[in-house]
């Protein structure tokens, strides 16, 4: 059962009422069959938000008038984007507070990397004494941090009080049985900082198996222009103007549009860290990339969220997943179980966005298409009631988060490369304004070709021809 509110022309509602869905879902357009509410067949849309932070469906072609009742504001794209904010923090955060949905693909991972140091002890190429040296001195300092706060930490204290064998049992542990975040980062860091590092990696050389399957999915999973700071497309944030260490669940900003009506907080995370969406802003000057103005087309046309950029640890997390997964061991359910693992470290713990993270999961098989979410989540989760309780908080999201209002209907290939102002939030929208492309609401589906050159942004015919188009998938998975 799932409560919705929606569009009531009754004076005695204050603009909507309130109904419930036996099956969780809003009606869809089916021709010829009686819908669920009131009159008529139609499919459903976000229309407007309550003072509470409510959202109120219309049916479609009656989303089209302003509310002026109750307090209403129109569902937006600035709307839709704290929205979207609100609802990937939840999901992050149950991703790792719930262990028990990935601890399948957890320990899956976590069995083949002790196996692998297990061999290179036995076959005498390292011992226990050289082994616990070279954890130490490669990731010691990550998870004893000297008073530093970085995500997945196992304490603030330096690592030269706690000394070698401490460090290695607490890390060992962790490892085992810590939290989610620990575990993914674990996984990343013993691959890219131990076994296989470059210089001074410990593994059996370079026909081993394992490293070469981790070296070959670098490229496809860490692509050059993720790292290159002039085609990533974010800008470092002055550290003045950071909010510092602090718990706030998720990818939420303090200056999101709700904040003042709802709060943006929806959780906590377990320890105090410096999230990535307060220290990078959006680059609207880089350099052009194909790969990366493919990547910001997505996130523009269905207004998805910047965090910090394209997610390179999420590359490096599935290359470490992968390489210990040699006999097709990180497939389905697992390894969307594994990706969720990852969902939790990086959107709960606050260092990038859904799309971040899932654009590039999706170059190793990952089910995902820009702006859903059920295809990408693992059946543990799905079948859970905390997936219930999300999908019905956030159904405009969950359910109809791939057909959303747009807030910059350009492409990468014709976006104005000198809107320096774009980097906030507030000065984007004003940007907008000027160029009197806010006035429209533009809908955007997945299926949908380019829109042609010849299109002018922001184009009454070109908005209604989209969404009568998109009308029809309202509501797909």
């Not at 229309?47 to 989303?63: C, H, M, N, Q, S």
Request: proline letters at 6%.
């Amino acid at each position: 059962m799932a409560t919705f509110f929606l569009r009531s022309y009754d004076a005695k509602d204050p603009g909507y009422k309130r109904v419930e869905s036996p099956n969780g879902l809003l009606p869809r357009f089916v021709p010829g069959e009686p819908a669920i509410y009131g009159d008529g067949d139609g499919a459903f849309v976000p229309w407007a938000i309550t003072p509470l932070g409510k959202v109120v469906y219309a049916r479609f072609g009656e989303d089209r008038a302003r509310p002026n009742a109750g307090g209403l504001r129109l569902y937006d794209g600035f709307v839709s984007q704290d929205r979207r904010r609100l609802a990937e923090s939840a999901l992050g955060l149950y991703a790792l507070n719930l262990p028990a949905l990935t601890k399948s693909a957890l320990d899956h991972v976590t069995g083949e990397l002790l196996a692998y140091i297990d061999r290179l002890i036995y076959t005498r190429t390292t011992t226990p004494k050289a082994f616990k040296q070279a954890v130490y001195d490669g990731i010691g300092h990550y998870y004893y941090t000297n008073g530093g706060q970085g995500f997945g930490r196992i304490s603030e204290l330096d690592k030269k009080v706690v000394g070698v064998d401490r460090v290695y049992q607490g890390i060992m542990g962790a490892l085992k049985s810590g939290r989610v975040d620990q575990r993914v980062g674990l996984h990343e860091t013993f691959c890219r900082k131990v076994l296989f590092d470059s210089a001074k990696g410990v593994n059996f050389g370079p026909g081993d198996p394992v490293r070469k399957t981790y070296e070959s999915y670098g490229p496809v999973l860490r692509q050059d222009w993720f790292d290159d700071k002039n085609k990533r497309g974010r800008l470092d944030i002055p550290k003045a103007q950071q909010p510092g260490s602090n718990t706030f669940g998720g990818v939420m900003t303090t200056q999101q549009g709700l904040s003042d009506v709802v709060g943006g907080n929806v959780g906590q995370t377990a320890v105090p860290r410096a999230r990535g969406v307060d220290m990078f802003a959006r680059d609207v000057n880089r350099t052009r990339e194909p790969a990366a103005d493919d990547y910001y087309d997505d996130l523009d046309t269905r207004n998805l969220l910047f965090g910090a950029g394209i997610s390179g640890t999420t590359g490096t997390c599935l290359q470490a997943a992968l390489a210990f997964s040699q006999n097709g061991g990180l497939t389905g359910e697992r390894l969307k179980q594994y990706v969720f693992a990852i969902i939790g470290y990086l959107v709960g713990g606050g260092m990038h966005s859904f799309h971040e993270s899932l654009g590039v999961a999706r170059k190793v098989g990952m089910p995902y298409f820009p702006g859903k979410y059920i295809p990408s989540l693992p059946d543990s989760f799905l079948a859970a009631a905390e997936f219930r309780n999300w999908r019905a908080e956030y159904y405009d999201i969950a359910i109809l988060g791939a057909i959303h209002w747009r807030a910059q209907p350009w492409r990468s290939a014709v976006a104005p490369q000198s809107c320096a102002e774009g980097r906030d939030l507030a000065a984007l929208r004003r940007a907008f304004q000027r160029r009197g492309v806010l006035s429209d609401a533009v809908w955007s589906a997945p299926s949908h070709p380019p829109r042609s050159p010849s299109a002018a942004p922001g184009s009454l015919a070109l908005a209604a021809e989209q969404k009568r188009r998109d009308v029809g998938d309202a509501g797909g998975f």
